[in-house]
Structure formats: structure tokens, C-alpha cells
């Protein structure tokens, strides 16, 4: 008899050690849900945690546009995918490889005096030199949201142009600044290719920010300059970002969820985000500053996108607990 109650004392052990083992195994595993790339060719992305923000800026903001107001708060209830970089040139050649789409043809380029519309330039041939692992840009906002249908179709998963609120509440990091890094303005350059000192050298007129990115009058390889809070990256400059929502010239009504105010293509009025390499105005680097596209068929040689994705279930349970504060992003009114 007390053989077998020493037996039941090691099994009733080993039961709690596997128990306690397979719940380290579960923290471990959640913790580890940051990023997911759903195939080779597919941008890698970063999870984006749950949380809240007053999209738009505040009154006194210097350099605020109208369409900025009014500072509304959304609440992003459940975490989601973002782009890690702005899609690439390869990514996008993998989309049209597979599927035969015909993007846009004409685009708004420099032509040594002015950035005009020209027939014939196109995402192969945006008049700037490039790579693969440059952002794909001369895309319209119908040949963006074309990439993520296609991958939808090939993957699956949902995946979306960001919502205006999820651009700017991932885009901020955590932040609630003028400007989405610490420093101000003339700090950019290390967060991003934007109308710098050195795109003066290529157009001496320009006004530029005073500091020195290393890149002129271009794009350059995605990813390399500092990460955001959240691991993003370039969402200072480099390109302007597609938003799917439709442009809407104040916030005044626009929904708390964090979802889209309507598609672009409802309205037939577009905008994008974060500015480019040949945006020198200092408002366009305002992490709230959105700039007005005429219609989703525009196309620009500093405008491209990035994706959103939703997560799956199992994936949402694998999400790490978010640290406290990093979530809020509320300002005190
Ligand atoms: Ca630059
Ligand atoms: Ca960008």
C-alpha cells in the first residue's frame, strides 16, 4: 500500500512538472509572435499591439493642416500586421510575374525643372535609379490595392491597405510628438530619406531639412535607417504611403474603431501618408500630416505603399502581453 501511494505522490510530481513545463512553453511561444512573412516573396511584417490614440494634431501644432482636425480618439481593439518597410520593387515584380497585372504607365516625375505627369514611366522606369530592394513606387492606389487582393488570393490571409487611423497610431510608435522621433525635424535623417541637405545639392531651390540622409534626388533601399518604436521602418520618407480610406477634407465624424472612413475608390478621392525623399516642407514629416491625392488612379515617383494584414486566432493568442504605457497614446486635454 505504500509503494503504491509513493507512486501516486511521483506521478501526481511528474503531472505538475508537465504542467508547468508546457505553461513555460506557452509564455515562450507568446512571446515570440512579433513578425510573420507568409512567403518568401511576401513583406515581412511586424505585429502591431492593441491600444488607443488621438489621431490628427492638436490645435496648436505648428505647421498643422486643417484636415488634421478635429484630434479625434480611436481605439485599435485587437492587435494587427503591418509592413515592416514600404513594399519593394521585387515584391511587387513577384505580384505582377504570377498574375500578368498591367499597373499604371504614366507617372509624376522630375524632368530636370518641374515634377510633371509623363507617359510611359511607369514602376520599372520611375526616372530614379533603383534596385529590387527599393520601394516600388509610380503605383497607383488601384494597383496597391490589386497587391493585396493578390495576396489574399495567394496566401490566404487578410491582407489590406492600412486603415488612415492604423497608419498613423502604428506610424507614431508610441509617440505622441509633432514628429514620430525624438529631436524634431532635425533628427529626421536618421529616421528616414527626406528633402535633405544633400537632395539640395541635386536641386539647389529646394527647401530642405537641415540635416544630411546621405540620399538626393531618389529612393533608397528600404530599411535603412532607424526603426520606429513598433520596428517599423521608413515611415519617415523614403516614399509617401498609400491610405485606403477615402480623403475626407476634416475628421469631423470619422469612425473610433480604426477602421476605414470608406475606400478611396468610393469617393474617388485618395490621400497618403509620412512624406518622401523630395517632400521638404516641414510639415509633410508631422506624423499627422496627410497629403491629398486627386484621385486613386494618381501616381508619383516619391509614392508607393506599404500592407496591412489582419491576424489569424492562433496568432492573436500568440500576440505578447502589451508592456504597460506603450499601448497609450492619448494626449492630456
Ligand atoms: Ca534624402
Ligand atoms: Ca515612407
Redesign the pocket.
Known amino acids: 500500500m505504500a509503494a503504491i501511494c509513493r507512486l501516486k505522490v511521483v506521478l501526481s510530481l511528474s503531472l505538475l512538472m508537465g504542467l508547468l513545463a508546457s505553461c513555460a512553453l506557452n509564455q515562450q511561444n507568446k512571446a515570440q509572435l512579433r513578425a510573420v512573412q507568409d512567403c518568401p516573396t511576401c513583406p515581412k511584417l511586424v505585429v502591431i499591439p492593441a491600444g488607443h490614440l488621438d489621431v490628427g494634431s492638436p490645435l496648436d501644432e505648428p505647421d498643422r493642416d486643417l484636415d488634421e482636425g478635429p484630434a479625434y480618439q480611436v481605439t485599435i481593439a485587437v492587435p494587427f500586421a503591418m509592413g515592416a518597410t514600404e513594399v519593394t520593387r521585387a515584391q511587387f515584380a513577384a505580384f505582377v510575374k504570377a498574375s500578368g497585372y498591367d499597373a499604371a504607365r504614366q507617372c509624376m516625375v522630375w524632368t530636370g525643372s518641374k515634377i510633371e505627369m509623363v507617359a510611359g514611366r511607369s514602376w520599372q522606369d520611375p526616372a530614379i535609379p533603383q534596385t529590387d530592394q527599393h520601394p516600388v513606387v509610380c503605383v497607383s492606389w488601384r494597383d496597391a490595392v490589386a497587391y493585396v487582393a493578390w495576396l489574399r488570393k495567394t496566401t490566404g490571409k487578410n491582407y489590406r491597405l492600412p486603415s488612415n487611423a492604423e497608419w498613423e497610431y502604428a506610424a507614431r510608435g508610441g509617440t505622441l510628438s509633432a514628429y514620430a522621433f525624438p529631436g524634431g525635424e532635425g533628427e529626421a535623417c536618421a529616421y528616414g530619406?527626406?528633402?535633405?541637405e544633400?537632395?539640395k545639392r541635386d536641386v539647389p531651390a529646394w527647401r530642405t531639412a537641415s540635416c544630411s540622409?546621405g540620399?538626393?534626388l531618389g529612393t533608397i533601399k528600404v530599411g535603412s535607417y532607424r526603426p520606429n518604436g513598433y520596428g517599423l521602418y521608413d515611415t519617415v520618407g523614403n516614399v509617401w504611403e498609400w491610405i485606403a480610406d477615402c480623403y475626407h477634407p476634416t475628421y469631423e465624424g470619422a469612425p473610433n474603431d480604426g477602421s476605414a472612413w470608406g475606400l478611396a475608390s468610393d469617393c474617388g478621392v485618395a490621400f497618403d501618408r509620412g512624406g518622401g525623399?523630395s517632400n521638404l516642407i516641414q510639415g509633410h514629416l508631422r506624423a499627422a500630416n496627410r497629403s491629398r491625392a486627386p484621385s486613386p488612379d494618381n501616381t508619383a515617383y516619391s509614392l508607393g505603399f506599404r500592407v496591412a494584414r489582419e491576424l489569424m486566432p492562433a496568432e492573436l493568442s500568440q500576440v505578447p502581453s502589451q508592456p504597460s504605457g506603450r499601448e497609450s497614446g492619448t494626449r492630456v486635454r
Do not use: C, L, Y
Not at 530619406?193 to 535633405?196: A, K
Open positions: 530619406n527626406i528633402g535633405d544633400t537632395a540622409d540620399v538626393g525623399f
